[in-house]
T-cell receptor, first 116, second 111 residues
Framework: GAGVSQSPSNKVTEKGKDVELRCDPISGHTALYWYRQRLGQGLEFLIYFQGNSAPDKSGLPSDRFSAERTGESVSTLTIQRTQQEDSAVYLC??????????????FGPGTRLTVT | DQQVKQNSPSLSVQEGRISILNCDYTNSMFDYFLWYKKYPAEGPTFLISISSIKDKNEDGRFTVFLNKSAKHLSLHIVPSQPGDSAVYFCAARNTGNQFYFGTGTSLTVIP
C-alpha cells in the first residue's frame, strides 16, 4: 500500500515569501504529525492532529507557522514570511490511534526547505 | 530543553560485532520508547519499541533494553551488518501522544 507522501520534495524560496508544504498520510491513519529537522539536529515536534479534535499546536515556533488538516486526510503546513532559520527538512508522519501498533509512526520522505 | 538525549553522534563497529546505541531521557511519565532508523534522503522508519512496563524487547537481531531507574535505554544490534549503517533516532512518547526525539547516532558498520 501507499506510504506517507510529501510534496514538494525540495523547495527553495526567498526570504519573506510564504511557502506551503503538503502531506498525504496513510489511508486510515487518524493521527498526523509535523516535525522539523534542522541540520545536525534531532526531530523537533511542530503540531499534532488527531481525528476531529483540536490540534496540538504547542510545538509551532512562531505565529508565522500554521497547519491545516482536512478531516483525516491531507495536511498542509504553511510558513509565512519565511526566514533563513526556517531552512530545514520538514517531516510528516501518520499513525493509527488505539490498537497494538498505535505508537508506530510512519514517516514521509520529507520536504527540504531552503530559504535564501 | 531536550527531554531525550543521544550523547554519541557517531559509532563505528566491525561487521559481525555488537552495536550498542544509547539514549537517556528526563521525563519519567513517558509510556513508550521507540527506535527509528534513517537513511539519507528518506524519512525515519520504525525499528523496535518498548513499553515503559517492560525492561527488554527483542526482535531478531535487535534488542532494546530499558532501565527506568536510570532513565536510560539502549539498542543492541547483533550481529551488525553493513546494511545497518544509518542514523538511529531514539524517541519517547508521553501520554498526550507527543513524541520526543533524540538528535540521532550515525552508525557505520565496517565490512
Amino acid at each position: 500500500g501507499a506510504g506517507v507522501s510529501q510534496s514538494p520534495s525540495n523547495k527553495v524560496t526567498e526570504k519573506g515569501k510564504d511557502v506551503e508544504l503538503r502531506c498525504d498520510p496513510i489511508s486510515g491513519h487518524t493521527a498526523l504529525y509535523w516535525y522539523r529537522q534542522r541540520l545536525g539536529q534531532g526531530l523537533e515536534f511542530l503540531i499534532y492532529f488527531q481525528g476531529n479534535s483540536a490540534p496540538d499546536k504547542s510545538g509551532l515556533p512562531s505565529d508565522r507557522f500554521s497547519a491545516e488538516r482536512t478531516g483525516e486526510s491531507v495536511s498542509t503546513l504553511t510558513i509565512q514570511r519565511t526566514q533563513q532559520e526556517d531552512s530545514a527538512v520538514y517531516l510528516c508522519a501518520s499513525s493509527l490511534v488505539g490498537g497494538r501498533k498505535h505508537y508506530e509512526q510512519y514517516f514521509g520522505p520529507g520536504t527540504r526547505l531552503t530559504v535564501t | 530543553d531536550q527531554q531525550v538525549k543521544q550523547n554519541s553522534p557517531s559509532l563505528s563497529v566491525q561487521e559481525g560485532r555488537i552495536s550498542i546505541l544509547n539514549c537517556d531521557y528526563t521525563n519519567s511519565m513517558f509510556d513508550y520508547f521507540l527506535w527509528y532508523k534513517k537513511y539519507p534522503a528518506e524519512g525515519p522508519t520504525f525499528l523496535i519499541s518498548i513499553s515503559s512496563i517492560k525492561d527488554k524487547n527483542e526482535d531478531g537481531r535487535f534488542t532494546v533494553f530499558l532501565n527506568k531507574s536510570a532513565k536510560h535505554l539502549s539498542l543492541h544490534i547483533v550481529p551488525s551488518q553493513p546494511g545497518d549503517s544509518a542514523v538511529y533516532f531514539c524517541a519517547a512518547r508521553n501520554t498526550g501522544n507527543q513524541f520526543y526525539f533524540g538528535t540521532g547516532t550515525s552508525l557505520t558498520v565496517i565490512p
